[in-house]
């Protein structure tokens, strides 16, 4: 398995900031994958990001407001540029490790827009 | 694109009873199949697995889960539950060569009344 840990745990901010959010694994890992949880609901994939590329993002998500980072295979930080109350929601890292098909979350960070 | 529904938002049970959760999912190709557990404000944790072989699988705390591919389903199963099973339950589907990305269904709120 792998321990993924990220920071801040919550945030709250004004709308039309940017903030960051980081993800550290305890273990190298290939994919690194960026999830939004809205409260009582489910978990929309926002991107999937390899080392030394671009990430891929799925619909509904852009790289102007959601940029990622993954300078190397431990890290990897999700920005929510522009913040309006509506990104308000839980955001999570995840990886599969060397597991396939199985993944290993982080604990998520709680973003508040004022 | 696969899909993955969960029809019961809520299921309630006494500490003892057995539970069986559903889960039923839309592909025409090979699937893995997975379930998640996530208790309240924290990230989501593995359960189990199924790509091939036994249609039962086994998982941690006594879960158990069923694929069934004329039915399209794989429902999660516990013969004995406890007060601290209490949590919401994802079943997730990821697609042979899909890169590892989950889909999630709805989720299940499991309540334990001791």
């Known amino acids: 398995s792998v321990l993924l840990y990220q920071k801040p745990n919550r945030d709250i901010c004004q709308s039309g900031t940017s903030l960051k959010i980081q993800c550290v694994a305890d273990s190298q890992v290939v994919s690194m994958f960026w999830y939004q949880q809205f409260q009582e609901q489910s978990l929309m994939l926002m991107a999937t990001?390899?080392?030394?590329?671009?990430?891929?993002?799925e619909s509904g998500f852009t790289k102007d407001k959601f940029p990622i980072s993954r300078p190397n295979l431990t890290f990897s930080t999700l920005t929510v540029n522009n913040a309006r109350p509506g990104d308000s929601s839980i955001y999570f890292c995840?990886?599969?490790?060397?597991?396939?098909?199985?993944?290993?979350f982080g604990p998520g960070t709680r973003l508040t827009v004022l | 694109t696969q899909t993955v529904s969960q029809s019961d938002a809520h299921v309630t049970v006494f500490e003892g009873d057995s539970v069986e959760l559903r889960c039923n999912y839309s592909y025409g190709g090979s699937i893995y199949l997975s379930w998640y557990i996530q208790h309240h404000g924290r990230g989501l944790q593995f359960l189990l697995k199924?790509?091939?072989?036994?249609?039962v699988v086994q998982g941690v705390n006594g879960f158990e889960a069923e694929f069934s591919k004329s039915d399209s389903s794989f429902h999660l199963r516990k013969a004995s539950v406890h007060w601290s099973d209490s949590a919401v339950y994802f079943c997730a589907a990821s697609i042979t060569g899909g890169n590892n990305k989950l889909t999630f269904g709805q989720g299940t709120v499991l309540s334990v009344i001791p």
């Open positions: 995840s990886s599969s490790g060397t597991g396939l098909y199985e993944q290993y």
């Open positions: 199924y790509y091939s072989g036994n249609p």
């Open positions: 990001a390899n080392e030394g590329s671009e990430a891929t993002y």
